[in-house]
């Protein structure tokens, strides 16, 4: 079984440029987030969606990230400007439903550095 | 306030050696699930195991073991003759229900360096 794909796996960008990461769960997964980790810290929910609807972004800086998963499946994060601290790995995971138990399963993530 | 603490930075043992990772939570939902996550150089956040709060049992899976304790709000994590392929970030993870949607809370990661 193919696990969570995510690309670009690293990128380098100036402040104030715009960037975008890509993610495909594993197949049947309904439910996919997105995280941030920042150098030396614990990975941080940036939006949970649960099909195509967004279930939870009470973290996610709506003033220059946006996410979509137009048709319940991939997803796209979007930084649009880029500031010096978004210099993080942004993971993509998945899980069947989403439930309380379950496991998520996490993609390789996509380095970023914002210069 | 719902809180994941891990409070050993880095850690580096010689192979062979055993090494206890700790981890500490607070909550204060009576359902939770603990998880426990490795994150080798390459990034890729690998699960290892999850525990729900009405287990206490212990688990062992080959050379790793975990002790949930429930009265110190703790779930350690032991790995037993260490090698150089355990070297990684290792993260606890606490599943909660803070507004209606599961969401983790991670620790802030401990470091493994297993020196051959």
């Known amino acids: 079984e193919a696990g969570v794909a995510q690309s670009p796996r690293y990128k380098i960008i100036e402040k104030r440029q715009s960037v975008a990461f890509w993610c495909n769960p594993i197949?049947?997964?309904?439910?996919l987030y997105w995280y941030q980790q920042i150098l030396g810290q614990g990975p941080k929910l940036l939006i949970q969606f649960q099909n195509n609807g967004v279930v939870d972004d009470s973290q996610l800086p709506k003033d220059r990230f946006s996410a979509e998963r137009l048709k319940g499946v991939d997803s796209t994060l979007k930084i649009q400007p880029a500031k010096l601290e978004d210099s993080a790995v942004y993971l993509c995971a998945s899980s069947l439903v989403g439930g309380q138990q379950e496991t998520q399963y996490f993609g390789p993530g996509t380095r970023l550095l914002v210069l | 306030a719902q809180k994941v603490t891990q409070a050993q930075t880095e850690i580096s043992v010689v192979e062979k050696e055993d090494v206890t990772l700790d981890c500490v939570y607070e909550t204060r939902d009576t359902t939770y699930y603990l998880f426990w996550y490795k994150q080798p150089p390459s990034g890729e956040l690998v699960f290892l195991i999850r525990r729900n709060s009405f287990d206490e049992q212990n688990e062992i899976s080959g050379r790793y073991s975990w002790n949930f304790q429930k009265s110190t709000s703790s779930f350690n994590f032991t790995i037993t003759a260490s090698q150089v392929v355990d070297s990684a970030v290792y993260f606890c993870a606490l599943s909660e229900v803070p507004s209606g949607t599961y969401k983790y809370i991670f620790g802030t990661g401990t470091r493994l360096k297993v020196l051959a």
């Open positions: 197949s049947g997964h309904a439910t």
